[in-house]
Protein backbone atom coordinates (compact mmCIF):
# COMPACT_ATOMS: atom_id res chain seq x y z
CA UNK A 1 0.00 0.00 0.00
CA UNK A 2 1.14 3.31 -0.73
CA UNK A 3 1.26 5.68 1.89
CA UNK A 4 1.32 9.67 1.74
CA UNK A 5 3.26 11.31 4.90
CA UNK A 6 2.11 14.86 5.06
CA UNK A 7 1.93 18.03 6.64
CA UNK A 8 -2.14 18.97 5.56
CA UNK A 9 -1.61 23.07 6.09
CA UNK A 10 1.45 22.52 3.52
CA UNK A 11 0.79 23.60 0.08
CA UNK A 12 3.09 21.13 -1.52
CA UNK A 13 1.49 18.23 0.08
CA UNK A 14 -1.70 19.09 -0.76
CA UNK A 15 -0.41 19.31 -4.85
CA UNK A 16 1.07 15.44 -4.03
CA UNK A 17 -2.55 14.63 -2.73
CA UNK A 18 -4.36 16.28 -5.47
CA UNK A 19 -2.13 14.69 -8.03
CA UNK A 20 -2.62 11.09 -6.12
CA UNK A 21 -6.25 11.55 -6.15
CA UNK A 22 -5.62 12.48 -9.97
CA UNK A 23 -3.96 9.47 -10.93
CA UNK A 24 -6.04 7.38 -9.07
CA UNK A 25 -3.05 6.02 -6.80
CA UNK A 26 -4.55 3.99 -3.89
CA UNK A 27 -3.35 5.31 -1.04
CA UNK A 28 -3.35 6.54 3.25
CA UNK A 29 -2.06 9.68 4.63
CA UNK A 30 0.19 10.19 7.60
CA UNK A 31 0.46 12.89 9.89
CA UNK A 32 4.35 13.55 9.51
CA UNK A 33 4.26 14.98 12.77
CA UNK A 34 1.65 13.03 14.75
CA UNK A 35 3.18 9.82 12.95
CA UNK A 36 7.14 10.87 12.78
CA UNK A 37 8.64 8.09 11.01
CA UNK A 38 11.35 5.94 12.70
CA UNK A 39 14.96 5.47 12.24
CA UNK A 40 14.11 2.17 10.87
CA UNK A 41 11.62 3.38 8.54
CA UNK A 42 13.96 5.79 7.51
CA UNK A 43 16.95 3.84 6.63
CA UNK A 44 14.77 1.62 5.00
CA UNK A 45 13.14 4.40 2.88
CA UNK A 46 16.79 5.63 2.17
CA UNK A 47 17.79 2.24 0.30
CA UNK A 48 14.56 2.02 -1.39
CA UNK A 49 14.57 5.09 -3.06
CA UNK A 50 18.11 5.49 -3.21
CA UNK A 51 18.58 9.06 -1.07
CA UNK A 52 21.41 10.64 0.67
CA UNK A 53 20.82 11.51 3.97
CA UNK A 54 20.94 15.10 3.67
CA UNK A 55 18.19 14.55 1.16
CA UNK A 56 15.30 13.92 3.92
CA UNK A 57 15.74 17.62 5.45
CA UNK A 58 13.53 20.19 5.53
CA UNK A 59 15.92 23.13 4.75
CA UNK A 60 13.55 25.71 4.14
CA UNK A 61 11.85 24.76 7.46
CA UNK A 62 11.85 26.83 10.56
CA UNK A 63 13.16 24.22 13.06
CA UNK A 64 15.73 22.98 10.97
CA UNK A 65 16.86 27.14 10.98
CA UNK A 66 16.24 27.53 14.39
CA UNK A 67 18.16 24.87 15.61
CA UNK A 68 21.54 25.31 12.87
CA UNK A 69 21.45 22.14 11.21
CA UNK A 70 23.32 22.88 8.20
CA UNK A 71 26.43 23.41 10.08
CA UNK A 72 25.12 21.21 13.32
CA UNK A 73 24.90 18.22 11.10
CA UNK A 74 28.56 18.11 10.12
CA UNK A 75 29.38 17.13 13.40
CA UNK A 76 26.85 14.71 13.63
CA UNK A 77 26.96 10.60 13.24
CA UNK A 78 24.17 9.40 10.67
CA UNK A 79 22.25 7.58 13.37
CA UNK A 80 22.38 10.68 15.39
CA UNK A 81 20.73 12.85 12.36
CA UNK A 82 18.26 9.72 12.13
CA UNK A 83 17.52 9.87 15.60
CA UNK A 84 16.92 13.50 15.87
CA UNK A 85 14.81 13.24 12.34
CA UNK A 86 12.92 10.62 13.53
CA UNK A 87 11.79 12.43 17.06
CA UNK A 88 10.92 15.95 14.92
CA UNK A 89 9.11 15.81 11.86
CA UNK A 90 9.15 18.78 11.16
CA UNK A 91 12.59 18.42 10.39
CA UNK A 92 12.19 16.60 7.52
CA UNK A 93 11.03 17.45 4.04
CA UNK A 94 7.54 16.65 2.50
CA UNK A 95 6.09 15.27 1.20
CA UNK A 96 7.21 11.92 1.86
CA UNK A 97 5.83 9.14 -0.69
CA UNK A 98 6.39 5.80 0.08
CA UNK A 99 5.52 2.46 -2.17
CA UNK A 100 6.49 -1.01 -2.74
CA UNK A 101 8.80 -0.22 -5.03
CA UNK A 102 9.98 3.67 -4.73
CA UNK A 103 10.28 6.14 -2.41
CA UNK A 104 9.38 9.88 -3.24
CA UNK A 105 10.76 12.61 -1.28
CA UNK A 106 9.53 15.82 -2.20
CA UNK A 107 7.00 17.25 -4.76
CA UNK A 108 8.05 17.02 -8.44
CA UNK A 109 4.83 16.08 -10.77
CA UNK A 110 6.78 14.13 -13.51
CA UNK A 111 8.59 11.69 -10.64
CA UNK A 112 4.81 11.11 -9.26
CA UNK A 113 3.55 10.30 -12.67
CA UNK A 114 6.34 7.80 -13.37
CA UNK A 115 5.59 6.26 -9.49
CA UNK A 116 1.94 5.82 -10.83
CA UNK A 117 3.13 3.46 -13.23
CA UNK A 118 5.19 1.58 -11.51
CA UNK A 119 3.61 1.23 -8.19
Not at 26 to 33: A, G
Request: hydrophobic share 35%; glycine share 6%.
Amino acid sequence: MTILIWYPKCSTCQKAKKKLEELKVPFTLRHIVDETPSMKELQNWMKLGGLELKQLYNTSGNLYKALNMKEKRKEMSEEEQLQLLSENGMLLKRPILVGEHQVLVGYRENAYEEFAKIN
